[in-house]
């Protein structure tokens, strides 16, 4: 689900580094250099990608895999649990882990032997199994919401419970706070300019309506605009995720969601939390690391160890306001579901993760490791006098160019640097370390190890070893 909003500082071509302690010069000559590095090992992988040109748009298959750091992206032979392998047999640690897709280590085993079982029995058949139950338990379990529908992704997730909230409450509009991501759904492309208007966010492509028209946007952790916007009775929901995590992390402040449940309730709007990042935060998310009540709550990704799959679960009373008026006839027209959502193979998948991958076992040696790299970033910020923080969500964290964490997702795209943070993660690459693109952001697996993590940190103190000297 990345979706990078870039910062005023980087509107201009080539981008600056004011502000951060580091001279715009020496990211230059240091990148330069990183580039030529990297090139030179990496021959078959620029081989490969030569020849993609031909037949994909930037030779990737997908359009974000053009924004890797380097002059091409890496071609992936082999991956397994925290390491995988490029074209040109170089072995890297994995702290990007596909965006949180391979948050459960690339390939686990119990993964990987339910999805073939379940392959030689049938992939799809729009038809339950009994994998589908147990999935919906294992959820509710976790997250608290007894009634759960099955989707291809957290897109897909997002989308169908904005239908239902506005079908449910007959309001036009959804909420989100300012710099959110939220997949490829319409109505969340919308941030707020230096006059507090809805507008396109940066690089919106093909919006169906100007995203005024159906959304509304606060700042993060700003209870005074969330409780004038939901006062004019015009907000189906509030899509939020607990945490912001796409354009850096941004934790919220004592008494936010608290507010945020009161407001939401008080004005009949239905809250829905995304969790497909911030599962991150223990076995049920920040829902149940933090006694959290949403209406609604949505989840993709990681749930399949890299199978596709979402999911979203509902309260009792709005599972049951949709069964009433929704009629059967209709079940299959109204822009909900799809032909290859529940099916066998992604449910199997699902069930082996929840059960044995992502376990609350799991997720106690990842949160340490979470801990451990924020540490030892932190400490080499400190030792090297450089004005930056580190940000921890449970088993992932990030540090940015900001001498303080911010508040709000106007603060986080604000203190983004795009030319710094290429060099950085080209410099982690050549280092044998993969970060998560469009952030300086690491995750913890199943499979991390304390050396991983230890890694990282060597690395990161004498890429900045040599910016500040």
Same mark, same amino acid.
């Not at 032997?113 to 959820?139: F, Y």
């Not at 009949?268 to 990042?277: F, M």
């Not at 032909?339 to 066998?344: E, V, Y």
């Given at each position: 689900?990345?979706?990078?909003?870039?910062?005023?500082?980087?509107?201009?071509?080539?981008?600056?580094?004011?502000?951060?302690?580091?001279?715009? *010069?020496?990211?230059?000559?240091?990148?330069?250099?990183?580039?030529?590095?990297?090139?030179?090992?990496?021959?078959?992988?620029?081989?490969?990608?030569?020849?993609?040109?031909?037949?994909?748009?930037?030779? #990737?298959?997908?359009?974000?895999?053009?924004?890797?750091?380097?002059?091409?992206?890496?071609?992936?032979?082999?991956?397994?649990?925290?390491?995988?392998?490029?074209?040109?047999?170089?072995?890297?640690?994995?702290?990007?882990?596909?965006?949180?897709?391979?948050? %459960?280590?690339?390939?686990?085993?119990?993964?990987?032997?339910?999805?073939?079982?379940?392959?030689?029995?049938? +992939?799809?058949?729009?038809?339950?199994?009994?994998?589908?139950?147990? !999935? *919906?338990?294992?959820?509710?379990?976790?997250?608290? =919401?007894?009634?759960?529908?099955?989707? &291809?992704?957290? %897109?897909?997730?997002?989308?169908?419970?904005?239908?239902?909230?506005?079908?449910?409450?007959?309001?036009?509009?959804?909420? #989100?706070?300012?710099?959110?991501?939220?997949?490829?759904?319409?109505?969340?492309? *919308?941030?707020?300019?230096?006059? $507090?208007?809805?507008?396109?966010?940066?690089?919106?492509?093909?919006?169906?309506?100007?995203?005024?028209?159906? %959304?509304? /946007?606060?700042?993060?952790?700003?209870?005074?605009?969330?409780?004038?916007?939901?006062?004019?009775?015009?907000?189906?929901?509030? =899509?939020?995720?607990?945490?912001?995590?796409?354009?850096? +992390?941004? @934790?919220?402040?004592?008494?936010?969601?608290?507010?945020?449940?009161?407001?939401?309730?008080?004005?009949?709007?239905?809250? !829905?939390?995304?969790?497909?990042?911030?599962?991150?935060? $223990?076995?049920?998310?920040?829902?149940?690391?933090?006694?959290?009540?949403?209406?609604?709550?949505?989840?993709?990704?990681?749930?399949?160890?890299? #199978?596709?799959?979402?999911?979203?679960?509902?309260?009792?009373?709005?599972?049951?306001?949709?069964?009433?008026?929704?009629?059967?006839?209709?079940?299959?027209?109204?822009?909900?579901?799809?032909?290859?959502?529940?099916?066998?193979?992604?449910?199997?998948?699902?069930?082996?993760?929840?059960?044995?991958?992502?376990?609350?076992?799991?997720?106690?040696?990842?949160?340490?490791?979470?801990?451990?790299?924020?540490?030892?970033?932190?400490?080499? &910020?400190?030792?090297?006098?450089?004005?930056?923080?580190?940000?921890?969500?449970?088993?992932?964290?990030?540090?940015?160019?900001?001498? /303080?964490?911010?508040?709000?997702?106007?603060?986080?795209?604000?203190?983004?640097?795009?030319?710094?943070?290429?060099? =950085?993660?080209?410099?982690? =690459?050549?280092?044998?370390? @993969?970060?998560?693109?469009?952030?300086?952001?690491?995750?913890? *697996?199943?499979? %991390?190890?304390?050396?991983?993590?230890?890694?990282?940190?060597?690395?990161?103190?004498?890429?900045?070893?040599? @910016? #500040?000297?």
């Amino acid at each position: 689900m990345s979706g990078r909003l870039r910062g005023p500082g980087a509107e201009v071509a080539g981008g600056d580094a004011s502000g951060t302690g580091v001279d715009p *010069a020496r990211v230059v000559a240091l990148t330069e250099r990183e580039e030529a590095v990297f090139a030179a090992r990496h021959q078959r992988c620029a081989a490969l990608h030569e020849r993609a040109r031909a037949s994909m748009p930037g030779g #990737v298959p997908m359009s974000w895999m053009a924004k890797w750091a380097g002059p091409f992206p890496l071609s992936v032979a082999t991956a397994s649990g925290s390491r995988f392998t490029c074209a040109d047999g170089v072995e890297f640690v994995d702290l990007c882990l596909g965006d949180t897709g391979a948050m %459960t280590g690339h390939s686990p085993p119990a993964a990987v032997a339910a999805v073939a079982r379940q392959a030689a029995r049938g +992939i799809t058949l729009m038809l339950p199994t009994e994998d589908a139950a147990v !999935v *919906a338990e294992e959820l509710t379990s976790r997250f608290g =919401l007894p009634q759960w529908q099955f989707t &291809l992704s957290a %897109t897909d997730a997002n989308r169908h419970v904005v239908r239902y909230a506005r079908h449910l409450t007959g309001r036009p509009r959804v909420l #989100v706070a300012d710099a959110c991501y939220h997949g490829s759904v319409d109505e969340t492309f *919308a941030t707020l300019d230096r006059e $507090g208007r809805v507008v396109p966010r940066r690089g919106n492509i093909g919006p169906p309506v100007p995203p005024s028209a159906t %959304t509304s /946007v606060v700042q993060f952790n700003d209870v005074a605009a969330l409780e004038r916007e939901l006062a004019t009775g015009e907000i189906a929901c509030v =899509l939020m995720e607990p945490a912001m995590t796409n354009v850096g +992390i941004v @934790l919220p402040e004592p008494g936010y969601h608290e507010a945020l449940r009161s407001l939401t309730e008080q004005h009949g709007t239905l809250l !829905v939390l995304d969790e497909t990042h911030t599962l991150c935060a $223990g076995p049920g998310g920040m829902t149940a690391a933090g006694r959290l009540r949403p209406d609604v709550v949505t989840l993709g990704k990681a749930l399949g160890s890299g #199978v596709p799959c979402g999911a979203f679960g509902m309260t009792a009373e709005v599972a049951d306001r949709v069964r009433r008026s929704v009629e059967l006839e209709d079940v299959d027209v109204g822009g909900i579901g799809g032909t290859l959502a529940g099916n066998a193979l992604s449910l199997a998948a699902m069930r082996a993760t929840l059960q044995q991958v992502l376990t609350p076992d799991a997720f106690a040696g990842m949160l340490p490791l979470g801990a451990r790299w924020a540490e030892g970033v932190a400490g080499v &910020l400190a030792d090297q006098q450089v004005p930056w923080h580190v940000t921890r969500l449970g088993a992932r964290a990030e540090y940015a160019f900001a001498p /303080v964490p911010p508040r709000t997702g106007r603060e986080a795209a604000a203190a983004d640097d795009f030319p710094l943070q290429t060099l =950085l993660h080209l410099s982690a =690459l050549n280092a044998g370390i @993969l970060l998560t693109p469009f952030h300086n952001m690491a995750l913890m *697996a199943p499979t %991390t190890t304390a050396e991983d993590v230890d890694r990282h940190t060597t690395a990161f103190a004498a890429v900045l070893g040599e @910016l #500040v000297a």
